[in-house]
């Protein structure tokens, strides 16, 4: 099932008045919304309170997750936890990428799995939250389904995404669906965007050593590269959706090399999230696709 704002926060609220909760939900949709409302809405999965809103930020429970600092995570344990704690409540798990990471790793998941079968610290229900869950790779999700399939009694998971489509439909499936609207994207106006746009334009015009020298940009530490190539990514997609647009509205019917640089941008953004892939070459295919369909 799938819901709109507001539609989504009441479907929320109502699974908590009604203590007719799902073993997992999937949030989905862009910015902070979903993150806000997710820990919002296991923080009413604990709340002690006899009726009215949850959470009623009183009761004992509530002032437990109240959120403190957030503690730097690490997927691989070494500079930090695997998870953390919302506020000091035991029962309640974030998960999301390490400062260092470009994804949320199998040890993570592995970790709050574990967790999740032990016994509630407090005697009520349990919650895990994995935020980024766009981040996990193929490997990760196959893990988690464990848990989908078989979770444990008054436990409930909760997948925060900006977008569902790079989970698996096993595991998409097997989540109650709340869907956050976005508006409509817009190209920012700051002089950095401009810049990118005004060289995206040119991409037609280069050839082949100049488009591979751009690429280079792109080298160095995968985590800032892959943040690099997503930005790019985000901009052109923008940029070729409203030149696409005004060609329409031009007249203009043959856009088969636009759609198929659209769907290019798609699957650069998949690689990078989901494959692991390495940032400079997503880079190459998506500027070779933008090329293909300026020429």
Same mark, same amino acid.
């Given at each position: ?19 007719? %909760?799902? !073993? ?19 923080? =009413?999965?604990?709340? /002690?309170?006899?009726? =009215?809103?949850?959470? $009623?930020?009183? $009761?004992?429970?509530? &002032? ?15 500079? =930090?936890?695997?998870? @953390? ?28 799995? *574990? &967790? ?5 610290? *407090?005697?009520?229900? &349990? ?18 389904? @464990?848990?989908?399939? *078989?979770?444990?009694? /008054? ?36 002089? /950095?965007?401009?810049? +990118? ?31 690099? %190539?997503? =930005?790019?990514?985000? %901009? ?11 060609? %329409? /509205?031009?007249?203009? &019917? ?16 998949? !690689? ?17 696709? +933008? ?5």
């Amino acid at each position: 099932m799938t819901g709109s704002l507001p539609e989504a926060d009441t479907l929320l609220r109502r699974a908590l008045a009604s203590g007719r %909760v799902h !073993s997992a939900y999937l949030l989905s949709g862009p910015g902070e919304t979903p993150r806000r409302a997710a820990l919002g809405f296991v923080r =009413g999965l604990v709340c /002690e309170a006899a009726a =009215g809103e949850r959470p $009623c930020e009183t $009761c004992a429970a509530c &002032r437990r997750s109240t959120v403190h600092e957030d503690i730097a995570l690490d997927g691989t344990g070494k500079k =930090g936890p695997l998870y @953390r704690h919302v506020g000091d409540h035991p029962d309640l798990v974030w998960v999301e990428r390490g400062a260092d990471d470009t994804r949320v790793r199998i040890g993570q998941v592995r970790a709050i799995q *574990e &967790r999740m079968r032990l016994r509630s610290a *407090e005697g009520g229900r &349990r919650a895990a939250v994995i935020a980024d869950a766009e981040w996990l790779n193929q490997e990760a999700q196959n893990a988690l389904l @464990r848990l989908l399939e *078989e979770p444990p009694p /008054e436990t409930t998971l909760v997948l925060v995404t900006t977008t569902a489509t790079g989970l698996l439909a096993t595991v998409r499936s097997r989540c109650q669906r709340v869907a956050f609207p976005a508006p409509p994207p817009q190209l920012a106006e700051d002089p /950095e965007t401009q810049a +990118l746009v005004e060289r995206l334009a040119g991409v037609g015009q280069l050839e082949i050593p100049a488009l591979l020298d751009w690429t280079e940009e792109f080298r160095g530490a995968r985590a800032e590269a892959a943040a690099a %190539v997503g =930005g790019l990514l985000h %901009v052109a997609s923008l940029w070729l959706r409203d030149r696409t647009a005004s060609r %329409v /509205e031009a007249g203009e &019917r043959s856009l088969d090399r636009e759609l198929a640089a659209f769907r290019e941008l798609q699957s650069c953004r998949k !690689s990078l999230a989901q494959r692991n892939a390495n940032p400079q070459m997503v880079a190459e295919h998506a500027l070779l696709a +933008l090329q293909g369909a300026l020429r």
